[in-house]
T-cell receptor, first 115, second 114 residues
Framework: GAVVSQHPSRVICKSGTSVKIECRSL??????MFWYRQFPKQSLMLMAT?????????EQGVEKDKFLINHASLTLSTLTVTSAHPEDSSFYIC???????????FGEGSWLTVV | GENVEQHPSTLSVQEGDSAVIKCTYS??????FPWYKQELGKRPQLIID?????GEKKDQRIAVTLNKTAKHFSLHITETQPEDSAVYFC?????????????FGTGTRLQVTL
């Protein structure tokens, strides 16, 4: 079946630095991917919609200059957390679906800890 | 935008009993309603889903019902087992072709006790 892979699975960074998380669709092309954030014991909240070849669409309250999204190919979207702060520590997870809709596939998720 | 409410937030049942989790949604245009099981630190796993053109769907011990008029849908797990213990999320989406962004409920922590 379709697989979405995320990397890294865990990352620790210092406050003020930037971190990049990759989301890949391994055996299908995804013109659209989604990035979610999940704080401990909370639900998944949509951050942004990543569109191949165009700008990402951000949800209300999500800073586009802080969470940079690049979707340069049909199989890769990246999320860069810039100038990370401890409050950005969270579980970040991406999703994609096959063309024509249908099942939504999630990446494994990435645990970000900012110290 | 869409708003999904989920109840209860925690649910404890004895092994073999049934568990029911309920969700309501606000956007009448939503037409796809998946349920996910998430274990700590892992990605959500789809356990069952339903589209707005049906009222009920069943897969072995798991069933989902949808009431479009009332805008609510429910997850039913029968003959619960300890391995059913996890956090369950409902979600809603206006799946219209290529891409589906999901609005998640707040989650239900299910504990199945021996």
């Amino acid at each position: 079946g379709a697989v979405v892979s995320q990397h890294p699975s865990r990352v620790i960074c210092k406050s003020g630095t930037s971190v990049k998380i990759e989301c890949r669709s391994l055996d299908f092309q995804a013109t659209t991917m989604f990035w979610y954030r999940q704080f401990p014991k909370q639900s998944l909240m949509l951050m942004a919609t990543s569109n191949e070849g165009s700008k990402a669409t951000y949800e209300q309250g999500v800073e586009k200059d802080k969470f940079l999204i690049n979707h340069a190919s049909l199989t890769l979207s990246t999320l860069t957390v810039t100038s990370a702060h401890p409050e950005d520590s969270s579980f970040y997870i991406c999703s994609a679906s096959l063309q024509g809709g249908g099942t939504i596939y999630f990446g494994e998720g990435s645990w970000l800890t900012v110290v | 935008g869409e708003n999904v409410e989920q109840h209860p937030s925690t649910l404890s049942v004895q092994e073999g009993d049934s568990a029911v989790i309920k969700c309501t949604y606000s956007d009448s245009a939503s037409n796809y309603f998946p349920w996910y099981k998430q274990e700590l630190g892992k990605r959500p796993q789809l356990i069952i889903d339903i589209r707005s053109n049906v009222g009920e769907k069943k897969d072995q011990r798991i069933a989902v019902t949808l009431n479009k008029t009332a805008k609510h849908f429910s997850l039913h797990i029968t003959e619960t087992q300890p391995e059913d213990s996890a956090v369950y999320f409902c979600a809603a989406s206006k799946a219209a072709g290529t891409a589906s962004k999901l609005t998640f409920g707040t989650g239900t922590r299910l504990q199945v006790t021996l």
